[in-house]
């Protein structure tokens, strides 16, 4: 019988070590040194000079790729000193460069540097560097930088190059544009919420229109909207966080997390999911897992109405699909009993995930001609009296059983009862998606003993019907549970 349990703040994860601190110099107008004049440290005078820097080159002989980009400098002056670098030189310099063939005379570049007070790079030589450069995506004013710490560069690289194909070019335009109506919104009577709400709306229009130039007009209207919408009043939104694996979450979701006030948590949502949530927002487990210490949900819907009507933007983070056995019918209606604004954020379900990793198609031609969902407990933690035997009997059918560990053997007895056959396939998947993620296959008339000898712990849903017959047949040979990698090749 489950205990009563209240809601409690989830305390977040305190930071995690960092191999490099990741920040950004403001170098408009202020002086940069660069000793050395090879194809290495022209890149690096040109990325300087980007950032506004006046650089300062000192080589006997510059590379003919130096005397290129300090004839066309991208922004900053870059100007060649036809000499080696001399300690004076690096007075009021905010950022040293070098590139040195040997060590000892990067060491002792490194020590001027930091004699003087200038932070340094030594090109390729880490072990004298006080900061690195990292691979840069460039979409000015944003800019994103990654760094491996040296490990990897290559890979970082790959990285770059992934998010070059991810971050559309015309957010440069909407990054300067944000840039520009900053003073003008902040000049603007909102309170902290509209300042918010009126930057969320200018991130929506910039990705649904990311290679428009925005306009005098766009800032207009924004604020119109934003102006228009009611002043300081809270929501609802129920989000999906799938079955554990958090690259499967929709980027609706991530949305919504990344605008949230509080959240309030589902125990069976994977902690991994929470690190796309927004960061200041308050966390708070409202756990309800079968058979356990669980929140009434009352208590859960008074709570989420409160924060609600506080003017508080609330996401209820639920695992797997909120419409699936999720509750959401009940939330749903408390927010319009209380007059509050709410909306559903579809997730993947865990019968979806299960399905995707053993590669069956649980509607597959020929072998299911109906799916169906079927809870394995009721309020009580019984299993549910209506349930429907003859459509779970039919071998047409393809079902899934959600939270069912403690019902499944009386559920297996009454199905078989009304003409399920024994040898029917089942196949239980506990954790399913996540790296602890557990499969295990039989029959139906042999499951609920598998299941007891796997000790399946963590949510758990079992999947009953012809479909599986090539997961179950595969366990059979093994006789052994089958890994989470199972390859099965199906048509779909």
Known sequence: MSTSRSPSEARPPRMEALARLPVFFALTAKRAVVAGGSAAAAWKAELLSAAGAAVDVYAAEPSLEMSEIAAHAPQGPITIHPRAMEAADLRDAAMAIGAFEDDAAAAAFAQQARHAGVPVNVIDRPAFCDFAFGAIVNRSPLVIGISTDGAAPVFGQAIRAKLEALIPRGFARWADAARQWRPRVQALALSFRERRRFWEIFTERAVAEPNRAPVETDINALIGETRGAARDTGSVVLVGAGPGDPELLTLRAVRALQSA????????????????????????????????????????????????????????????????????????????????????????????????????????????????????????????????????????????????????????????????????????????????????????????????????????????????????????????????????????
């Not at 209606?333 to 604004?341: K, V």
């Not at 997730?347 to 995707?356: C, D, E, F, H, P």
């Not at 009296?385 to 779970?392: E, G, L, P, Q, Y």
């Not at 560990?405 to 297996?412: A, M, P």
């Open 261 to 492: 006030d509080v959240i309030l948590i589902d125990d069976l949502v994977s902690p991994e999911v929470l690190d796309f949530a927004r960061r200041e927002a308050k966390k708070m487990m409202v756990g309800k897992t079968g058979h356990g210490p669980a929140c009434k949900q009352s208590e859960i819907n008074e709570l989420m109405i409160k924060l609600a009507r506080a003017g508080k933007r609330v996401v209820r983070l639920k695992g797997g699909d909120p419409m699936i056995f999720g509750r959401a019918g009940e939330e749903i209606e408390a927010c319009r009993a209380a007059g509050i604004a709410v909306e559903v954020v579809p997730g993947i379900s865990a019968a979806q995930g299960a399905a995707a990793r053993l590669l069956v198609s649980l509607t597959h031609r020929g072998d299911a001609r109906r799916l169906q969902y079927v809870t394995g407990h009721d309020r009580n933690g019984n299993l549910p009296d209506d349930i429907d035997w003859r459509s779970i009997a039919d071998p047409a059918a393809t079902t899934i059983v959600y939270m069912p560990k403690k019902t499944l053997r009386e559920l297996s007895q009454r199905a078989r009862a009304h003409g399920l056959d024994p040898a029917t396939p089942a196949v239980a998947v506990a954790n399913a998606t996540r790296p602890d993620e557990t499969i295990v296959a039989g029959t139906i008339g042999d499951i609920a003993d598998t299941i007891d000898a796997a000790a399946l712990e963590g949510p758990a849903l079992v999947m009953i019907g012809r479909v599986l017959a090539e997961v179950a047949e595969t366990a059979a040979r093994a006789r052994v549970s089958v890994p989470a990698e199972v390859k099965k090749s199906r048509r779909a």
